[in-house]
């Protein structure tokens, strides 16, 4: 912290963004346990003004694909949706369009894929574990919020099955978060809200899992390019606020697992 403060006085700060955080700053985060009390296991997960429900839920049977093709063990797979009031514009549920829309479903492959990486589908049994993400309130990183949301949900879930005698051992392997990071107005931010987000010259999504392993990286120019250099940077930043999230999820855990 003093370096940090020596560092401060020899050079101008950066300008406060529309919210008043620095550029390498988070959002507030916050998880709220069991909000679906049906659910196996479910969070209420907050960055800032966005607000997902995530839950998690257990079906004693696989897709008929599994069974088809002789694929042994279990699946995990998600479903993603924006509640019609989740942003200031009412958006239609999916339902209405006859079919769900290519970012809705880009966006729960994401989640599923997320999952997996740090699942060991065959501890899963033959059972299908369903993940499911809410949007509540939208402001940017919905797909980040539901991804660190989900691993939460799935993990409170799968302990609730273990316990239970449900299933024979924790098949999570590791945590995972997401958290966006891009460049707007010239200035490195890390996760954008809605009003950053909408303006910014690039845009990246990046997945971690909590031993600091990459699970994905989705990174694109909005009208513009960036360098190899500005893409190593937007990956560091995310990578400090990928470490922090990864301490809150492990701490809401603990205080969870020992409330049981």
């Known amino acids: 912290m003093a370096l940090a403060r020596v560092a401060a006085t020899v050079g101008p700060m950066p300008s406060p963004r529309s919210d008043g955080r620095h550029p390498d700053q988070l959002r507030p985060i916050t998880f709220e346990a069991n909000i679906a009390p049906y659910a196996t296991g479910s969070v209420l997960v907050s960055f800032g003004s966005t607000r997902v429900i995530c839950a998690a839920m257990i079906e004693p049977k696989v897709p008929l694909w599994m069974r088809q093709q002789g694929v042994r063990g279990g699946w995990l797979t998600a479903e993603y949706s924006m509640l019609p009031y989740s942003t200031l514009d009412r958006k239609p549920r999916d339902i209405s369009k006859g079919k769900l829309d290519g970012r809705t479903v880009e966006i729960q492959r994401l989640i599923g894929r997320s999952l997996r990486a740090v699942v060991d589908l065959m501890k899963l049994g033959e059972n299908t574990l369903w993940i499911d993400c809410d949007v509540l309130q939208a402001d940017g990183g919905t797909r980040t919020a539901s991804i660190t949301g989900a691993y939460l949900a799935t993990?409170?879930?799968?302990?609730?099955?273990?316990?239970?005698?449900?299933?024979?051992?924790?098949?999570?392997?590791?945590?995972?978060?997401?958290?966006?990071?891009?460049?707007?107005?010239?200035?490195?931010?890390?996760?954008?809200?809605?009003?950053?987000?909408?303006?910014?010259?690039?845009?990246?999504?990046?997945?971690m899992t909590g031993r600091g392993q990459f699970v994905e990286m989705q990174s694109s120019g909005e009208e513009a390019t960036f360098t190899h250099e500005q893409l190593l940077s937007l990956t560091a930043l995310a990578q400090k606020g990928l470490k922090e999230i990864a301490a809150l999820q492990t701490a809401f855990l603990t205080k969870c697992l020992l409330a049981r």
Not at 163 to 192: F, M, T
């Open 155 to 207: 993990r409170l879930a799968v302990q609730r099955l273990v316990d239970a005698g449900k299933l024979a051992e924790n098949p999570v392997l590791d945590s995972v978060a997401a958290v966006s990071a891009g460049v707007c107005g010239g200035q490195e931010l890390l996760d954008l809200n809605y009003v950053e987000d909408k303006d910014a010259e690039v845009d990246a999504n990046i997945v």
